[in-house]
């Protein structure tokens, strides 16, 4: 099934650009949390609403962490000339209140550094994961989304410099897992302003899907709700005020596209500018935009 939130946050089945409301589910995150036990709850009946008469809104709104692989591509490990990678770092955390629903704007805070686009491939969980193996880590997974890891480069921890509000674009759509297909084997694509910078494969990853799952719970109790995102390929760039970024994930069969602004930018209230990883240079943009 391909779900959706929309509007106040209700749940609903999108099929060929309509939405199928789902039958006494509240949130994304009741859905889940009764999932385990209940399965998926009936789609109402009725003609359904036009993709085109909704609000789409982040797929899960509330999860209660979200975990984020670092250098989990050996091409952007080798694009950052950093020397570690997922297996030595493990995880880091980014807040949820940083989510961002769909067709909305990503506002960069500062005017004095650095933002990049990382486009990923992210899971939900549906069965609550505590030191779970590899073999059964993919039955804690209800499904799958598009996940834009928007960062500013520089010396700070990742967990500030990833969890500025809005900096976590998420959806447009949550596919359930029996339907997304093989997780290691999604072809992404990620464009700015019209500009193809990532193109990969998810049977690249450092650590695959299953390796990660079963990590995080050694570490965390995994959640219903739960969000784990997978890592970035090569060819992360800077953004600019007026970019679009545009997230294409198979298996999802909706693309996730956000705006990017500067509103309310100030100067940087850190100094790690000139420190930390040092991403790839800008490239030049084209004029005719
Ligand atoms: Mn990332």
């Known amino acids: 099934m391909r779900l959706v939130s929309y509007d106040d946050g209700r749940v609903g089945c999108l099929r060929d650009d309509r939405v199928y409301p789902l039958t006494g589910v509240p949130t994304m995150r009741a859905?889940?949390?009764n999932w385990a036990g209940a399965g998926l709850p009936a789609i109402e009946d009725g003609p359904g609403i036009p993709l085109a008469d909704i609000r789409l809104r982040v797929?899960?709104?509330d999860p209660s962490k979200i975990i984020a692989a670092p250098v989990n591509y050996r091409d952007h490990q080798a694009?950052?000339?950093?020397d570690s990678q997922v297996g030595a770092l493990g995880f880091f955390l980014k807040a949820p209140s940083s989510l961002l629903d769909p067709d909305g704007t990503v506002?960069?805070?500062y005017h004095d550094r650095r933002f990049d686009q990382e486009g990923e491939l992210a899971l939900v969980i549906g069965r609550t994961a505590r030191r779970v193996s590899e073999r059964e880590a993919l039955d804690h997974v209800f499904g799958y989304t598009g996940?834009?890891?928007i960062t500013m480069r520089g010396g700070e921890d990742r967990s500030t410099r990833?969890?500025?509000e809005t900096f976590t674009p998420m959806g447009p759509v949550l596919v359930t897992a029996d339907e997304f297909g093989d997780p290691e084997n999604v072809e992404l694509r990620c464009w700015v302003d019209g500009e193809l910078r990532q193109k990969a494969n998810?049977?690249?990853l450092?650590?695959?899907v299953a390796q990660l799952v079963a990590y995080a719970s050694t570490v965390t109790t995994l959640y219903p709700g739960d969000v784990i995102t997978t890592g970035t390929p090569a060819g992360v760039g800077p953004l600019r005020a007026g970019d679009t970024i545009r997230l294409e994930l198979s298996g999802l069969g909706a693309d996730l596209a956000v705006l990017v602004a500067d509103d309310e930018a100030t100067a940087s209230a850190t100094s790690g500018r000139d420190s930390g990883p040092v991403p790839p240079p800008a490239r030049p943009r084209r004029t005719d935009r």
């Open 31 to 33: 859905l889940l949390e």
């Open 206 to 208: 450092i650590w695959g």
């Open 59 to 61: 797929p899960v709104a």
């Open 107 to 109: 506002q960069l805070p």
């Open 202 to 204: 998810t049977r690249d």
């Open 79 to 82: 694009e950052m000339s950093v």
């Open 147 to 149: 996940l834009l890891d």
């Open 162 to 164: 990833k969890s500025f």
